[in-house]
């Protein structure tokens, strides 16, 4: 926009400098032309001629010498229609120049404004689409958590033939785990850090036997919830930022 500004204040600076230049011109040969015509309108020579017979006093006008165009005597006429149809032709072109750059610059805005109104849509939309995801993995984790607590409570109690127990909430501690899986992005490293200890406490959960220390799956649990926060945290840093 700035260049274009530029060169049309370029272009209105060189036309008036044409026009102060054919004006200039235009004016010295009318000028020229009127003081030749002020010298040759001067009094006709007169001359005498004597005769033996008689005395003839005969008026000899010096013809008149041919001008070139520009010394007419209609040249300042001329060099008014001149001027005039140069200033409207040029005032003309200006305003061509000028409408083109005002259409221009109303597309330019109008091509930014969608540029703006689109970035604007799609940062909204990933900020929504970010924040459903952070709440998705939340509550699967959440649940995930709280099934591997009621797991940990019937098979280290004191309760007989829990097996048949222990299958409802195996089964899902499965299905939470499968839809974390599903979740994340284990080429990300903070999203892997979180994946990694859900699959090393289910791995536990599997092979567990009565007796063991329920300490193994309680440290497990803490390193998903560490790990679940800092996934968290970045992920709401980068939805202020958008915001």
Known sequence: YLKTKKTR????KTMKKIILIISLFLFLCSFKNNAKDSIQNKSPVQELSIKLDTLKVENIKVPEKQTVWYESNN?????????????????????RINQKTAIQNIKNQI??????????????????????WINDVRHCTSDFL???????????????????????????????????????????????NLLKPINELVLIIANIKEGQDPE?????????INASRV?????????KIVE
């Open 75 to 95: 040249m300042p006429w001329i060099v008014s229609l001149i001027i005039a149809l140069s200033t409207i032709g040029i005032n003309i072109y200006l305003a």
């Open 231 to 239: 996934l968290f945290d970045k992920h709401w840093q980068k939805i």
């Open 216 to 224: 193994i799956i309680r440290s497990k649990e803490a390193e998903i």
């Open 146 to 192: 709280a099934q591997t607590a009621l797991f940990s409570v019937i098979i280290f109690g004191d309760e007989p033939d829990t097996h048949k127990l222990l299958i409802p909430y195996f089964e899902k501690i499965y299905y939470y785990k499968n839809k974390i899986a599903m979740l994340l992005n284990t080429e990300k490293s903070e999203q892997n």
């Open 111 to 132: 091509d930014s404004s969608k540029s703006i109104a689109l970035t604007q849509f799609r940062s909204t939309l990933n900020t929504k689409n970010r924040q459903e």
């Open 9 to 12: 204040k370029y272009n209105i």
